[in-house]
């Protein structure tokens, strides 16, 4: 029988000896005898419990890798290589006792730190204060040996909270913050400009925020996994402040706190905290881990925390549009009384035309590098399959509601692999995602955005395209590694990927071809939305 024992080392043979020399018997297996300090009469006994008693301590010492291997594998025990993800929870930092530090520099992605007590901010060192009365029994450390500076300095930690810490080329990027916990007498402590009851989150939007892919996976969804637990009970601390991200992401923040965002580097007042976290917890590519979020909450719950941000922006837009709609109608009925019924039922005919009996279908359109060529053939075809189609090609300045509502009210989206894909997280769950795969793109496809689209819910569609798709097949030989195993090429690294398969290459689909996945997308959702309607109550 494998019994699962709490986790610990096992003990010395020495250490049982010592611990025994309170009793009759004293063992020591050290070597090849005992020591008897009973009764002759009793030999043949001691002898049977001695030999059991040293078998129970040198067990663990022969057997100690299979011991190590069931604790690891366990029932229960997660090993999904997520090292990142931990919750605060659950992580090594998940308990930290007021006046302290704890820092988490496990997971590959990112670095956590935690603080409790009486937090301070200092903008001009790049500095966030613990401050401990004189009276406090902590150890301290020394930084240059100076007696005075012993006795102050607790603890110092640097960290960058960035979630790409692998990535060394950003990160030399990223401001690093200095953690410091002192003991300070009283009245020596930086004075509090403005005193928060509630924790701060301290993270960067530097590195490759501007690009939207990096802006949600690096950025947005690592921020609802830090601070969903706290109820929108927490202030945002930023360093490296963008004005406009403030004002393109305004929506989601004002569902994940109540408070204004502070920015780390143009505020100089002291900030104080009673609880920080520094640096963002991420789990995997644009996903939310459900095993280690409180509450179990998954990238479900995510999607409908965008809903609650963007629909009352959106019905604001449809009051706009319906009001412009009316005013419209009734200058048409102004002009030519006459016809007003019939304006009244063209316009009742369209709308459910469009909206009620044809899915929608919309195609994110590029520009540049990895455009669909024939896009205005792809929309002709798509018509004739029956799909009602919009065209949507969002701008750096498009307001992310507006594509939120084209996207949410849409059954299938198609787009070519690249940043805008991860607007798949703007569909309904049960929603056809079809991604158009270039040459080179096929991992990276199918991990940013295949997968995590698998994972809420999605009905994922790859399209891998062939060599004579691609415009690369007009620039190279047909035996060209280029073209026919592209895979030997990214091996090389980023740089050839990025020169070659992404910023060089645009595709003409063999509409032959994805005619067949625009098909199973029709059949997919006409087929749902039969079934929807014979479940729906009399």
């Known amino acids: 029988m494998v019994h699962y024992h709490r986790y610990h080392q096992p003990r010395k043979a020495s250490e049982f000896v010592k611990d025994e020399e309170s009793q009759n018997l004293v063992l020591d297996c050290s070597g090849s005898g005992y020591y008897r300090r009973t009764r ?32 690891l594998y366990s029932p ?20 930290v006792s007021s006046g302290t530090i704890c820092c988490d520099r496990s997971g590959h992605r990112s670095d956590i730190c935690v603080m409790k007590g009486d937090i301070r901010t200092h ?54 913050l200095n953690l410091i916990s002192k003991k300070v007498k009283l009245g020596n402590a930086r004075h509090c400009d403005v005193q928060h009851d509630v924790p701060a989150v301290f993270f960067s939007n530097g ?18 996994i830090t601070s969903q637990h706290f109820n929108k009970k927490v202030v945002f601390v930023i360093l490296e402040y963008h004005n406009w991200w403030l004002m393109k992401y305004g929506d989601i923040l004002s569902h994940l706190s109540d408070f204004p965002a502070i920015d780390f580097r143009g505020d100089n007042r002291t900030h104080c905290f009673p609880e920080a ?3 963002l917890r991420i789990h995997d590519e644009l996903t939310v ?46 002009s030519s009384p006459s016809s007003e019924t019939s304006q009244q039922e063209y316009i009742k005919q369209e709308v459910q035309e469009n909206t009620w009996k044809k899915p929608k279908l919309v195609i994110l359109s590029r520009s540049g590098s990895r455009a669909i060529t024939n896009e205005n053939l792809l929309v002709k075809m798509a018509e004739e399959i029956g799909f009602f189609v919009e065209v949507l090609k969002p701008g750096r300045t498009t307001e992310l509601a507006k594509i939120y509502r084209v996207l949410n009210g849409s059954d299938v989206m198609i787009g070519v692999h690249g940043a805008a894909m991860t607007h798949f997280l703007f569909l ?15 991992w990276a496809a199918e991990t940013y955005y295949g997968e995590p689209a698998r994972k809420l819910g999605l009905k994922y569609i790859g399209y891998e395209i062939h060599p004579r798709e691609s415009s690369l097949y007009e620039s190279y030989d047909k035996n060209d590694p280029i073209l026919r195993d592209p895979a030997s090429i990214t091996k ?36 749902k939305s039969n079934l929807n309607v014979q479940h729906q109550p009399l």
């Open 277 to 279: 976290i520094v640096g």
């Open 207 to 224: 590195g490759y925020t501007g690009n939207v892919y990096h802006e949600f996976n690096d950025g947005i969804i690592p921020l609802y």
């Open 76 to 95: 229960g025990t997660k090993n999904d290589g997520n090292e990142d993800g931990v919750d605060v929870n659950a992580s090594s930092c998940s308990s």
């Open 123 to 176: 903008s001009a060192s790049s500095s966030i204060f613990l401050y401990n009365s004189i009276s406090t029994n902590n150890v301290s450390r020394a930084v240059d040996g100076r007696k005075d500076e012993e006795d102050q300095l607790l603890q110092h930690e640097k960290i960058k909270p960035y979630t790409r810490k692998w990535e060394t080329s950003v990160m030399d990027t990223i401001d690093e």
């Open 428 to 442: 309904r769950p049960g929603s056809v995602f079809i991604q158009v795969v270039p040459l080179g793109t096929t």
């Open 289 to 334: 881990d459900s095993a280690l979020m409180e509450g179990n909450k998954g990238i479900a719950d995510f999607r409908n925390l965008l809903d609650r941000a963007y629909w009352p922006r959106i019905r604001g837009l449809i009051q706009d549009e319906e009001k412009e709609a009316e005013k419209k109608l009734r200058e048409q009925i102004s």
């Open 40 to 71: 002759p009469k009793l030999l043949s006994f001691l002898f049977l419990i001695s030999f059991l008693s040293c078998c129970y301590v040198l067990a663990p010492l022969f057997l100690r890798d299979s011991f190590t291997f069931s604790l």
């Open 492 to 527: 090389k690294g980023w740089e050839y990927t990025k020169k070659i398969y992404l910023d060089s290459q645009n595709v003409r689909l063999d509409l032959k071809r994805f005619r067949k996945r625009l098909h199973r997308a029709y059949e997919y959702k006409v087929s």
